[in-house]
């Protein structure tokens, strides 16, 4: 999996396509959607209208919580193809564990199916926390690739890091940006922009990358879409990786995973 690929949360249908386009054209080869985004099709547009073999290029979608449990979820993911267009993706998660329903062992299981299908590549889970993915690790037989989680400066995670290490679980970082607005104003960050010649959205990405993690930034911007991929032609040094670690608040800006319920 490519360590950094273009995220569309918030991304209408009728913009996906162009975005992708302009994302695909930039060189990003991984694209992360979800049945919930509404714009699996816009994405698919783009990945057929492009010329690159389907073979080189990294599509992720996420089941939504409606639709937990075994059948829904051979349900959905079917929908999730057909609207895609594509015969199999590469990565299919769990958007959200809901642990007050104790669905996702039993949602998890039809995961299993589809990968041993081959129609997804890898399967993991997105927004669980250790005590879930254990109860998961427990019950099943694949260990999710990958564990996608809310993950930037201000919320480092360092708990789920380091379980994720110990199991084999690849680290994906969800509003890798913090979502734009405050983190890439704090003054330690836009000093260390200032070193390097540039921006911050780059230099927290690039801590990103130099901590392992795989980022998802998204930008409807065609400027900023090229701007936040060109993060692999500088290194940040070992006072810029530290100064970026002391900005951890342990603060999300999306919900809580224990205890989110909706859809
Ligand atoms: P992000 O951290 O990627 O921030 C995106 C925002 O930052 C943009 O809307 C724009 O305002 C700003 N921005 C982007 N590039 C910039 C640049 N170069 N300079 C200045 N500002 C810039 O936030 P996100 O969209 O929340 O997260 C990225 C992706 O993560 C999503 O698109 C989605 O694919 C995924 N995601 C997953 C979950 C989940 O529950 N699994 C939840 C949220 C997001």
């Known amino acids: ?8 949360w918030q991304v209408p249908d009728a913009e996906a396509e162009s975005a992708v386009t302009t ?8 694209i992360d959607t979800a049945a919930i985004y509404g714009n699996e099709e816009g994405v698919g547009k783009a990945v057929a209208a492009s010329a690159i073999p389907r073979e080189d290029l990294f599509v992720t979608t996420k089941l939504w919580n409606s639709d937990h449990g075994y059948d829904a979820t051979l349900r959905a993911f079917d929908t999730s193809l057909e609207k895609l267009g594509l015969e199999y993706v590469d990565l299919y998660l769990i958007h959200w564990p809901l642990p007050s329903r104790g669905t996702f062992v039993e949602t998890y299981k039809a995961f299993e199916k589809l990968h041993a299908d081959g129609r997804a590549r890898a399967i993991g889970v997105s927004n669980f926390l250790p005590e879930h993915l254990e ?13 996608q989680i809310e993950l930037h400066p201000h919320l480092q995670q360092h708990a789920a890091r380091e379980y994720h290490a110990e199991q084999g679980i690849a680290t994906e970082a969800w509003s890798p940006l913090g979502q734009g607005k405050g983190l890439l104003e704090v003054p330690a960050i836009v000093a260390i922009a200032q070193k390097h010649g540039r921006t911050p959205a780059q230099i927290v990405l690039r801590w990103h990358v ?17 701007e936040n ?3 692999f032609d500088f290194s ?21 995973p224990a205890t989110f319920d909706m859809g």
């Open 236 to 256: 940040l040094d070992t006072e810029d990786m530290a100064a970026i670690s002391a900005l951890n608040e342990d603060r999300r800006l999306g919900p809580n």
């Open 1 to 8: 999996m490519p360590q950094l690929g273009f995220g569309v």
């Open 210 to 226: 130099q901590l392992g993690n795989i980022v998802i930034p998204k930008s409807v911007t065609p400027a900023r879409i090229r």
């Open 135 to 147: 109860t998961l690790i427990e019950a099943t037989s694949v260990i999710p690739a990958v564990n």
């Open 23 to 30: 994302a695909l054209e930039a060189g990003y080869r991984s």
């Open 229 to 231: 991929i060109e993060v």
